[in-house]
């Protein structure tokens, strides 16, 4: 098995943990935290999923048609789940909102993501 098709796999995993994550918030911590640190749950878990979804279809566009630019989209794509929802759970779990400063890392990662799976995409249009 190629390891885009094994990174794909370990994101579709995140997608379910994302799932599961954002059930947790909505009734596990509705009544432990402020309505602001349950939005920003939310908002770490939303775009935790979104995220691991993208990084399934670059994995596995890097598998299909060996693109560098797409294996690179999804690994940017991880890194900003860790970094940006990380920080966010983190934040909401242990109330330090220093953590909130790492999610702008995150960010970055996901934003250079969708640029290399441009980048891919871009590059496949041109040999197709």
């Given amino acids: 098995m190629r390891a ?4 794909a796999a370990v994101a579709a995993g995140l997608g379910g943990l994302a799932v599961a994550l954002g059930a947790f918030g909505a009734h596990g911590l509705e009544d432990a935290v402020t309505p602001d640190r349950l939005d920003t749950w ?3 878990a939303q775009y935790h999923l979104a995220h691991a979804l993208a990084a399934v279809v670059a994995f596995g566009l890097a598998a ?19 970094l940006f929802s990380g920080s966010l759970y983190a934040l909401v779990l242990l109330d330090l909102p220093v953590l909130g400063a790492v999610a702008p890392l995150g960010g970055l ?3 250079a993501g969708w640029a290399a799976l441009a980048a891919a995409l871009w590059r496949l249009g041109e040999t197709a």
């Fill in 4 to 7: 885009e098709w094994r990174l």
């Fill in 109 to 111: 990662s996901f934003v």
């Fill in 64 to 82: 299909v048609r060996s693109a560098g630019a797409a294996r690179w989209a999804g690994r940017l794509f991880l890194a900003g789940v860790a």
């Fill in 42 to 44: 939310r908002t770490g």
